[in-house]
T-cell receptor
């Protein structure tokens, strides 16, 4: 079975500094991985996805993530945080059975200080 | 207009009441999903449907039922609501692609059961 673990429940950064949100995955197969973002009182928006093509994936709003098989990691990064990045971020893996359901991590809340 | 809509957006109900949450999509996708979100737990799958004649249980289907009235409509019912069903509920759709299966989420329904 596939699973993801988000290593930090909360991350706080200052505006203009780098962002690192950590995610480790467990999968018997070559996984398909996603990062979704949820702004307050909003639905979930896809940031980026990894599907066994390039290991460095670029997403929207300047975010990117690097798939590292040796470390079973898929960390999300951004060089410079903006106040509008404050939200909850979910690392997600597809369960590779007949359901193809999404398995969500528990989420990381990103706080951006002025 | 939003591609995935949910009604109502907020609902307060009492224990024992029957309640229906509705989801509509204009993306033309065959696959639809219902998730619930609880703090610190990410999203968990309640039911999913691959087409009008196909309904499948997710990991937490007890106490819920669904109806796929048309390709574009997927309703979630709580036959007799209980307080631990208080949560944020999301509908999602996808256009199946075995390698990615990107899901698109509605804005959510916040349900409170007193």
């Amino acid at each position: 079975a596939q699973s993801v673990t988000q290593l930090d429940s909360h991350v706080s950064v200052s505006e203009g500094t780098p962002v690192l949100l950590r995610c480790n995955y467990s999968s018997s197969y070559s996984p398909s991985l996603f990062w979704y973002v949820q702004h307050p009182n909003k639905g979930l928006q896809l940031l980026l996805k990894y599907t066994s093509a390039a290991t460095l994936v670029k997403g929207i709003n300047g975010f990117e993530a690097e798939f590292k098989k040796s470390e079973t990691s898929f960390h999300l990064t951004k060089p410079s945080a903006h106040m509008s990045d404050a939200a909850e971020y979910f690392c997600v893996v597809i369960q590779m059975d007949s359901s193809y359901k999404l398995i969500f991590g528990s989420g990381t809340r990103l706080l951006v200080r002025p | 207009d939003a591609d995935v809509t949910q009604t109502p957006r907020n609902r307060i109900t009492k224990t024992g009441k029957r309640i229906m949450l509705e989801c509509s999509q204009t993306k033309g996708h065959d696959r639809m999903y219902w998730y619930r979100q609880d703090p610190g737990l990410g999203l968990r799958l309640i039911y999913y449907s691959f087409d009008v004649k196909d309904i499948n249980k997710g990991e937490i289907s007890d106490g819920y039922s669904v109806s796929r009235q048309a390709q574009a409509k997927f309703s979630l019912s709580l036959e007799s609501a209980i307080p631990n069903q208080t949560a944020l509920y999301f509908c999602a759709t996808s256009d199946f692609d075995s390698s990615t299966d990107t899901q698109y989420f509605g804005p959510g329904t916040r349900l409170t059961v007193l």
